[in-house]
């Protein structure tokens, strides 16, 4: 005799899709998350064009220019995703609608990690439209060269930085201890690494946004290429395991 399942008593599981969707309303449905969003937009808008006012019509220039908006923004984004639960007192609600805790994870680090690259055609676009601009007012012809081994270490560096944010809120699931550290992390490795040999050998290979220079200038060497494997490994790959480890097994409450 085969055993027929009562109606109502099992739960057909969460689309992975819909998660994703969820978590992408997420980004901007709150006030803080409108705010970064606005803020984001505006300081892309006037350092392209300050960046063209001082240094002409370069677009590589301007490119860089951009990326010190999202660079700093995204992370704390990044944060408050993954800390938003907690801070809120969500968890419980979201754990038990998907007990499937990774799930929940993945689909908030994929629409921060998308923001980051939709960041980054924002940033490109506006660093376009401001050196032909800055060409017209300024009568003089603009340069258009941009490295494209540059251009996607630029891109790959934002990615990164909010990958930091991410492993960092995690980890900590406080947001503003994890926007506080990675915050204040480069003033504090820039003091590092005056300290000697030894405070700079530790820059050399532990500071993400030492590391990340090479990338960003398109010319990744093999000896640039380990450091900055060691500064992902000790400030994304691990904060993000122990993190997902901390939140699948930990009680909620």
């Not at 990164?160 to 900590?172: D, N, Q």
């Amino acid at each position: 005799m085969t055993a027929t399942a009562t109606p109502g008593m099992t739960a057909a599981p969460t689309p992975f899709h819909r998660l994703l969707a969820v978590e992408a309303r997420k980004l901007v449905d709150t006030r803080s998350g409108k705010a970064l969003v606005l803020v984001l937009v505006g300081l892309v808008l006037a350092a392209v064009t300050a960046r063209g006012a001082v240094s002409g019509p370069e677009l590589q220039a301007l490119v860089n220019a951009a990326g010190i908006g999202p660079g700093t923004l995204l992370p704390v984004l990044g944060i408050l995703t993954v800390t938003g639960e907690w801070s809120h007192r969500t968890a419980l609600t979201t754990f038990t609608l998907e007990p499937r805790r990774g799930r929940v994870l993945a689909a908030k680090f994929l629409p921060a990690l998308a923001a980051a690259v939709a960041a980054c055609v924002l940033a490109v676009l506006a660093a376009v439209s401001a050196t032909a601009v800055t060409a017209a007012v300024q009568g003089v012809p603009a340069v258009w060269e941009v490295d494209p081994a540059a251009l996607l270490g630029w891109a790959g560096v934002q990615v990164l930085m909010v990958a930091e944010g991410l492993g960092m809120g995690v980890l900590l699931l406080n947001a503003p201890a994890a926007i506080v550290i990675c915050l204040a992390s480069p003033m504090v490795w820039a003091v590092v690494g005056r300290l000697g040999t030894a405070g700079a050998t530790l820059a050399e290979w532990f500071d993400l946004n030492t590391t990340t220079g090479p990338l960003m200038s398109g010319d990744l060497s093999g000896g640039g290429a380990a450091r900055l494997a060691v500064s992902v490994l000790v400030w994304i790959a691990v904060p993000m395991a122990a993190g997902a480890v901390r939140v699948i097994r930990g009680e909620v409450r």
